[in-house]
């Protein structure tokens, strides 16, 4: 069955720290999606990027970057220089086929604190 | 560009009472997905719905059904309301064999 764990419940960094948050998956598939999406206090989900199981080239946007390891099965994301408004609750997750269609599996998410 | 409406927001109900939480997918996006996301939780799978046939079903209490319609919005109705209902109840829409879901802004329900 598949599985999403983000093994850090809460980091805390001082503003401008880089820092990763770590998540590691279970699949039987080998066509799945994997995501992160950031829930600010507001509580709505905001995607950050979608990255599918063919693809493992790494990707940077602005200070966000993310690192796909198939042969680890991990997808660990890095905020780099850090500020208040990253703080939120960040969540990995994964998308794979099923006989009912393609629903998502999140893992528990990593709630970051980012202070002044 | 057009995004996954939910309705209401925000809804209050005491125990015992009924709540129907609806959901308006993105244009041409033919299947539906109901998540639950308790305090401190992780969204988890409820149901789901494909050309308004359910097409899979997670954790969803038999009190709960959901249905889609001609017009693909989709409703969840939730019965004999418990206090463990209160969370945050999202609606993702995407495309027919679409690996990708899109949330919508999510309902606040709260039992008193």
């Known amino acids: 069955a598949q599985k999403v764990t983000q093994a850090q419940t809460e980091i805390s960094v001082v503003e401008k720290e880089d820092v990763t948050l770590d998540c590691v998956y279970e699949t039987r598939d080998t066509t799945y999606y994997l995501f992160w999406y950031k829930q600010p206090p507001s509580g709505e989900l905001v995607f950050l990027i979608r990255r599918n199981s063919f693809d493992e080239q790494n990707e940077i946007s602005g200070r966000y970057s993310w690192n796909f390891q198939k042969s680890t099965s991990s997808f660990n994301f890095t905020i780099t220089a850090s500020q208040v408004v990253d703080s939120a609750v960040y969540f990995c997750?994964?998308?794979?086929?099923?006989?009912?269609?393609?629903?998502?599996?999140f893992g528990a998410g990593t709630r970051l604190f980012v202070k002044a | 560009a057009a995004g996954v409406i939910q309705s209401p927001r925000h809804l209050i109900k005491e125990k015992r009472e009924t709540a129907t939480l609806k959901c308006y997918p993105i244009p041409r996006h033919d299947t539906v997905y109901w998540y639950q996301q308790g305090p401190g939780q992780d969204p988890q799978f409820l149901i789901s719905?494909?050309?308004?046939?359910?097409?899979d079903k997670g954790s969803i209490p038999d009190r709960f059904s959901a249905q889609q319609f001609s017009d693909y919005h989709s409703e969840l109705n939730m019965s004999s309301l418990e206090l463990g209902d209160s969370a945050l109840y999202f609606c993702?829409?995407?495309?027919?064999?679409?690996?990708?879901?899109?949330f919508g802004p999510g309902t606040r329900l709260t039992v008193l």
């Open positions: 993702a829409s995407s495309p027919s064999g679409s690996y990708e879901q899109f």
């Open positions: 719905f494909y050309e308004k046939m359910q097409s």
């Open positions: 997750a994964l998308s794979e086929g099923g006989t009912g269609g393609f629903k998502t599996i």
